[in-house]
């Protein structure tokens, strides 16, 4: 039995979100389909470095499933890329160790959060960005940030809580940029808590849009109390960039 590595990208858009429900097109459910049309093999499950929710996408979403086909990583990517949707795509295959576990062995993921504050909204991009109709301060946001860095427990920033053994995660890197008409969040930290980077997002939307002063997200963190925070970002400016198996 081979182990096998994929890296994908998504458009989540037209998805339920990674995990394979029931009477829902999903991303697990759409690429196990292609990988047995390929492999032949009737019972196919792909592991993944963690789930997606409805509308999120990803640049490098990292999956492994074990097979016992002959074909090269090369062959398998080309080959499942011509039986997927043009929504999904695998970008890189490689074999992998026996104990090589997408989801258990990532250290690291970094998420982007891309927000349009321009004065009138892109029909092109409005599936791949939340708009703002008000300009945002993004020197406030980026110092209101400040404070998250680090190893913080981020209940006030985790939907349906307890949805995990521990609210407790390190921030390793933080920042707000602008490019234009264009703001992006990037967050990468060693685990993330359920809609935890949308929450921080829409917090420093409001610092941006000078609703609440800078120093209030500090106060929102210690709170440890997820009404006192912003409300959840839309999905679809939320992309999965990168996971990282290396410290």
Request: charged share 25%; glycine share 6%; aromatic share 8%.
């Amino acid at each position: 039995m081979r182990n096998i590595k994929l890296t994908l990208s998504y458009d989540g858009t037209d998805f339920a979100g990674w995990q394979t429900q029931p009477g829902f097109r999903t991303v697990q459910e759409t690429l196990e389909q292609a990988i047995a049309k390929l492999t032949g093999e009737p019972r196919v499950r792909v592991n993944a470095s963690g789930r997606t929710d409805t509308g999120v996408h990803a640049v490098g979403q990292v999956v492994n499933f074990r097979t016992t086909t002959v074909h090269s990583p090369e062959v398998i990517a080309r080959a499942v890329n011509a039986r997927l949707p043009a929504d999904v795509v695998v970008r890189d295959a490689a074999e992998m160790p026996e104990a090589f576990d997408a989801n258990r062995d990532a250290k690291r993921k970094l998420y982007r959060y891309v927000i349009h504050d321009g004065p009138v909204p892109s029909p092109f991009l409005r599936r791949y960005c939340t708009s703002s109709r008000h300009v945002l301060d993004v020197a406030a946001m980026r110092r209101a940030a400040e404070p998250l860095k680090g190893k913080h427990d981020f209940h006030s920033f985790e939907t349906e809580w307890p949805n995990r053994k521990t609210s407790v995660r390190t921030i390793t890197h933080l920042s707000v940029n602008r490019f234009g008409e264009y703001i992006w969040l990037d967050v990468e930290a060693d685990g993330f808590l359920y809609n935890m980077v949308r929450s921080i997002a829409g917090t420093l939307m409001n610092v941006g849009r000078g609703h609440w002063h800078e120093s209030q997200v500090a106060a929102i963190l210690q709170a440890e109390d997820r009404i006192q925070a912003g409300p959840t970002a839309p999905a679809s400016g939320l992309f999965l960039m990168r996971v990282s198996y290396e410290r």
